[in-house]
Nanobody, 110 residues
Framework: VQLQASGGGLAQPGGSLRLSCAVSGLIFRFVDMGWYRQPPGKPRELVASITPDHSTNYTDSVKGRFAISRDNIKKRLYLQMNSLKVEDTAVYYC?????WGQGTQVTVSS
C-alpha cells in the first residue's frame, strides 16, 4: 500500500491550498480515509475524514474552511483548505485504515 501526498507549500493567511493523496495497493472505494496534521511541537491530530459513500467529519477548528473529498475511480483523496490561518501550519498526512502517507508541509505565514 502506498499513499503519496502532495500540494503543500507556503500560503498567506486567508489564502488557499489543495492537498492531494494518490493511493495504490488497496481497494480504495471500500475504505474510510482521513487527513491528519502535526503542528510543530504538538501531537498529530485528525483534521477530516470521509467514508466510502462520501460522508464527512471535521475537527471543529477547520469546519467551514476545509473540505475533504475523494475520487473513487482515480483513487485520490483531496483536502481543499480555504481561509488559511497561521495555526494551520503543520505537516499534513493522508491515512487509510492501516497506512500513512509521507506527509506534506503546509506553512501559513505573511
Amino acid at each position: 500500500v502506498q499513499l503519496q501526498a502532495s500540494g503543500g507549500g507556503l500560503a498567506q493567511p486567508g489564502g488557499s491550498l489543495r492537498l492531494s493523496c494518490a493511493v495504490s495497493g488497496l481497494i480504495f472505494r471500500f475504505v474510510d480515509m482521513g487527513w491528519y496534521r502535526q503542528p510543530p511541537g504538538k501531537p498529530r491530530e485528525l483534521v477530516a475524514s470521509i467514508t466510502p459513500d462520501h460522508s464527512t467529519n471535521y475537527t471543529d477548528s477547520v469546519k467551514g474552511r476545509f473540505a475533504i473529498s475523494r475520487d473513487n475511480i482515480k483513487k485520490r483523496l483531496y483536502l481543499q483548505m480555504n481561509s488559511l490561518k497561521v495555526e494551520d501550519t503543520a505537516v499534513y498526512y493522508c491515512k487509510s485504515p492501516h497506512h500513512w502517507g509521507q506527509g506534506t508541509q503546509v506553512t501559513v505565514s505573511s
